[in-house]
Structures are given as C-alpha cells and as structure tokens.
C-alpha cells in the first residue's frame, strides 16, 4: 500500500468516517467511491489500450478460433 495503512489505521479511519457521515449513510459513501474508482480504472485502462494495443488479425477479419461452436 502506498502510505503503509494497517489494519488498525484502516478501522481507525472507517470508524471516523461512520461518525462523520452516520452509519445510515455508509453504502451511499462506499458506493459513490466505488463508482468513482470503476469510472477512473475504466477512462484511465481505455487510453492505455489505445496506445499500447494493436488490433488482433482475428477480430479484423471476424474468424472466431473458437472450436466449441457447432459447425454447418
């Protein structure tokens, strides 16, 4: 972990956000970061696929090298 947070620093923590916000309010807060951590990953993991990531042959010509499908 970046700022080396234990266990005991992460409850520390939670238990002042509870006080803060109110128990009640907790999976508003928690979702709300989350969402936010998915968007950020998602936007951030998107730019990096652009740039680093050439297209495969497969998907361009639309072969599928999947051998379970039935075949006709």
Known sequence: MPFNLGPV???LIL???AM???VGKLPEVFGAVGKGLR???KEA????DKK???PKS???SGV????SAPQA
């Open 15 to 17: 238990v002042i956000v």
């Open 39 to 41: 968007e950020f990953r």
């Open 52 to 54: 680093t990531q050439a």
């Open 64 to 67: 599928s090298g999947d051998s």
């Open 20 to 22: 803060l916000f109110g």
């Open 9 to 11: 620093e992460l409850l």
């Open 45 to 48: 993991g998107m730019e990096g």
């Open 58 to 60: 497969s998907e361009q």
